[in-house]
């Protein structure tokens, strides 16, 4: 049988430690994280804690360490692809973890929901809320899922650091859904099929707080189609180069 690219190379690395419940240490050296006070009290890789609110401790804790674990090991991977295709350094964006809205700074602090991604500011913002509700909806595949997720939101940060944020939301969502498919091919992610992501990204449009802004290319609807097929592309090279220029 044909092995996905990285396949048999690295053994579930932070998201399987993550999935098993076990104390997550990042080690990558790669992201500065902070938590935004929206309502929420967790206590996830022994480091953060907030007021008590709409998530308990338990599930916030589960949804940021898949959210924590995914973001690294997501820019671990590209970070080493930009190195060996293009010869060039990347540096991933520092990661905020909030619950239902959270105001953008590149959108003049409009509340943002689910994930969003400041060029400005090197910020990426993910929603623990959505993925707690994707996680919900996905059931047997909800780990996964949410570690997709994660993973997808990520890319918003990646693709304006290698040169694939351009064009319209279309353009824009084809690029960072294959470049989530590079990520789960080079990292051995169980369970990221095309089929569950294109679910995943169903999921995450019924679970993020509505009336509130989302990222255009992100929660792009009715698409999932050539969104798995994008995805499929980077799962199948594991290469940059099969995500665009």
């Not at 967790?42 to 338990?58: C, D, K, N, T």
């Not at 360490?65 to 973001?71: G, K, M, T």
């Not at 010869?87 to 590149?106: E, I, K, N, T």
């Not at 792009?220 to 994008?230: K, L, T, V, Y």
């Amino acid at each position: 049988m044909a092995r996905r690219p990285g396949q048999g190379r690295r053994r579930g690395g932070p998201v399987a430690e993550a999935r098993g419940g076990r104390s997550l240490g990042l080690g990558f050296g790669l992201l500065a994280v902070t938590v935004a006070s929206v309502g929420l009290a967790v206590a996830w890789s022994g480091r953060a804690g907030v007021e008590a609110g709409a998530l308990s401790a338990e599930r916030a804790g589960v949804a940021a360490r898949l959210a924590e674990a995914a973001v690294a090991e997501a820019g671990a991977v590209w970070r080493e692809r930009a190195r060996a295709e293009r010869g060039v350094g990347y540096a991933p964006a520092s990661l905020r973890l909030y619950a239902g809205a959270a105001p953008d700074p590149c959108a003049g602090g409009a509340a943002t929901a689910g994930a969003f991604f400041c060029a400005e500011t090197r910020t990426l913002g993910v929603d623990l809320a959505t993925l707690d509700g994707i996680r919900a909806r996905m059931r047997r595949d909800g780990e996964a899922a949410t570690a997709l997720f994660a993973g997808r939101a990520a890319a918003l940060a990646a693709q304006a650091a290698l040169g694939m944020d351009a064009g319209g939301a279309g353009a824009r969502a084809a690029a960072g859904d294959c470049l989530a498919g590079v990520w789960a091919a080079r990292s051995g992610l169980r369970g990221a099929t095309p089929a569950v992501y294109g679910r995943t990204l169903a999921a995450a449009r019924e679970a993020v707080a509505p009336g509130v802004a989302r990222d255009a290319a992100l929660f792009a609807a009715g698409a999932e189609g050539p969104r798995q097929a994008a995805f499929a592309r980077g799962l199948a090279a594991g290469t940059l180069a099969a995500c665009g220029p």
